[in-house]
């Protein structure tokens, strides 16, 4: 049986500001408004439903996205660009940082919400230690 990741729903304050911002950020567009969930889809079919919600119901999420290298090249320059602060780790304490794990490229930054985005070249596992 093969079983897939076909969407999660992402809780945002204004979903068009925060599925925008991820979509600007690692180069994919928005899609259409389906029910009250604006998703933003990757290159595996997966999407990110973002759904409005009142702020004390938001619950800091984690997200990685394995993209190749030339990716990171254009997503970091794209962080960068937009001056967000971004992370070797996913607990911040190295800031301004990338990390080198299993042999590639990673980092971590924040969207709107509070949520820790994260990309990555090497899935975890796949090499050398960092």
Known sequence: MSVDLNHTIVAARDKKVSARFLADILGLEVGSQYGPFLPVETANGVSL?????????????????????????????????????????????????????????????DDPDGHSMEILTRPYGSGEPD
């Not at 759904?51 to 290298?69: C, G, K, N, W």
């Open 49 to 109: 439903d973002y759904m409005d919600t009142d702020e004390e119901h938001i619950r800091p999420q984690h997200y990685a996205f394995l993209v190749s290298e030339d990716e990171f090249d254009a997503i970091f320059a794209r962080i960068t660009a937009a001056g967000l602060t971004h992370w070797a780790d996913p607990s911040h304490h190295r800031p301004g940082e990338i990390n080198r794990n299993d042999g590639g490229r990673g980092t971590y930054f």
